[in-house]
């Protein structure tokens, strides 16, 4: 018995609602936050990732209102993503009761960001989001590189060496998502997530392609990840937190229940 | 009307300790640096997370280190994560901290080749998520919480009191920790009970329903 591995229902907002879109098109709500949020807790998530996926100023200012609010009511940790840029951006995620934020695009532009973020409010709540997609040839040796934007803009960097700088750098958990099975429901990029989980010192959060339960037990089983991210498969109530976490005792995994 | 002060000394997420507490009373619930106001509230409640030399540094600049030092005398008092550190005598973090000095014992680091003795799996830090706490002694603040539930956590650092005397719940994480502290009228949790959805919040009720005598 010990440390249980985590299941973190990710919540995609767009505007103060909850969306889900396929490989980031063909958005589709979901519902209120709130709402969400509070059966997620109810149904035993170990904590709660909310992402701006448009990250523009005015969804900023409703991300907040949509911690705020969910900080009153959940008493579980709040991860807090899309649009985190300035420390000042963070001290507001933070004042307005999220535990975490999750850096993506300003550690690629800036990655002196992610430690200044770590000295000033500890390595615990900075979690940097890392997207990553294959882009070696069959055959050839597995190789990632980082993309930003959705997933439209490659940075040429290794995503393994660059995970390995931003724990250097001060962060305190590793959100790794594969652009090539993101929304794609046919399982997690195993490769990639063991390569990442067993490079680095921290945490690692696996995110892209969950699809069922059994995805879920393999990420934590084959991909060494210590906790598994999905939306889709909650959002439509096709399982319940409750169902994933059982699946995942009757493998062997420890986990909160 | 009695009150509840959250010391406030610039760092945390002390707006999560005061939601969960306004959840379990009606209490008021002051989230201050003003030393008049927590000498005078009937609980006291060191939240706290990020680097320890920058906790104690600001816990000193407003001269929150002599209010402490006071309160703990006789009130109900609750350290959390970094506020249950902040009790011991010296933390290993950053070169070297000295820290307030109410309960004898150091603060370390997990190791960095921290494994599970029994799979030989290395071990993350920091040790983040829900783990079980052992209670190692009866006491009314786990009253109505069951042996072995499991708190959220997030560290890379423990504390080690210098006698077993204190320590009221046990850990493991690569190897056995306090996990919570308790001596007279302190108490003191390495996890988060704010974070730690309905034990947790059973936790700060049994806090604000705390008259400060140990069993």
């Known amino acids: 018995m010990g440390l249980a591995k985590r299941i973190i229902p990710c919540l995609d907002v767009d505007k103060g609602r909850v969306v889900k879109g396929v490989k980031f098109v063909n958005i589709r709500d979901a519902g209120d936050p709130v709402e969400i949020a509070k059966r997620y807790d109810a149904e035993g998530a170990d904590e709660l990732t909310f992402l701006d996926i448009t990250a523009s100023s005015d969804n900023r200012e409703t991300m907040v209102h949509v911690v705020e609010e969910v900080a009153g009511q959940v008493f579980i940790p709040l991860t807090v993503g ?3 840029r300035e420390l000042s951006d963070i001290r507001r995620m933070l004042n307005a009761g999220a535990d975490k934020v999750a850096i993506n695009t300003a550690a690629v ?5 992610v430690k200044e973020a770590a000295e000033r409010f500890g ?11 294959l882009v070696s040839k069959e055959g050839e040796p597995r190789k990632w590189e980082i993309f930003t934007h959705g997933g439209r803009k490659a940075t040429g960097l290794d995503a393994v060496e660059w995970a390995k700088r931003m724990v250097e750098y001060g962060a305190g958990e590793i959100l790794l998502t ?3 099975r ?3 429901k046919i399982g997690f990029d195993i490769e990639l997530t063991r390569a990442i989980c067993d490079a680095v010192s921290v945490p690692v959060i696996a995110s892209g392609g969950v699809g069922n339960l059994d995805h879920l037990v393999e990420g934590i089983v084959k991909g060494h990840a210590d906790a598994v991210l999905a939306a889709s498969i909650f959002h439509f109530a096709q399982y319940s937190i409750a169902q994933a976490k059982r699946c995942m005792a009757e493998k062997g995994i420890e986990v909160r229940l | 009307m009695s009150s509840i002060a959250v010391i406030d000394y610039g760092m945390g997420n002390l707006h999560s300790v005061a939601k969960a507490l306004n959840r379990v009373t009606d209490m008021r619930i002051e989230v201050t640096s003003d030393a008049e106001l927590i000498l005078r509230a009937d609980r006291v409640v060191l939240p706290g997370v990020g680097a320890m030399r920058d906790c104690m540094g600001e816990i000193k600049r ?3 280190d002599s209010v402490i030092h006071e309160v703990v005398k006789s009130k109900p008092f609750l350290g959390v994560c970094v506020g249950m550190q902040a009790l011991m005598d010296f933390s290993e973090e950053n070169e070297g901290t000295q820290c307030l000095g109410i309960i004898p014992g150091t603060v370390q680091p997990f190791a960095r080749n921290l494994a599970d003795p029994l799979t030989n799996q ?3 830090v920091p040790h983040m998520g829900w783990n079980q706490v052992y209670q190692l002694i009866k006491h009314p603040l786990w009253k109505d919480i069951p042996q072995d539930s499991r708190f959220y956590f997030v560290h890379s650092y423990y504390v080690q009191p210098a006698t077993p005397d204190p320590v009221a719940a046990s850990t493991a994480y690569g190897h056995p920790f306090a996990s919570a502290l308790a001596r007279d009228n302190v108490f003191a949790v390495q996890f988060h009970p704010e ?4 034990t947790g919040l059973t936790l700060y009720h049994n806090f604000v329903n705390w008259n400060g005598e140990s069993p």
């Open chain 1, 82 to 84: 899309g649009g985190i």
């Open chain 2, 62 to 64: 407003l001269g929150l």
């Open chain 1, 182 to 184: 993101d929304g794609t």
């Open chain 2, 122 to 124: 290395k071990l993350k």
């Open chain 1, 123 to 133: 390595s615990q709540c900075i979690v940097v989001a890392i997207d990553a997609k």
């Open chain 1, 178 to 180: 594969s652009m090539d």
């Open chain 2, 195 to 198: 974070k730690s959805q309905q």
């Open chain 1, 109 to 113: 532009s800036r990655p002196e960001f």
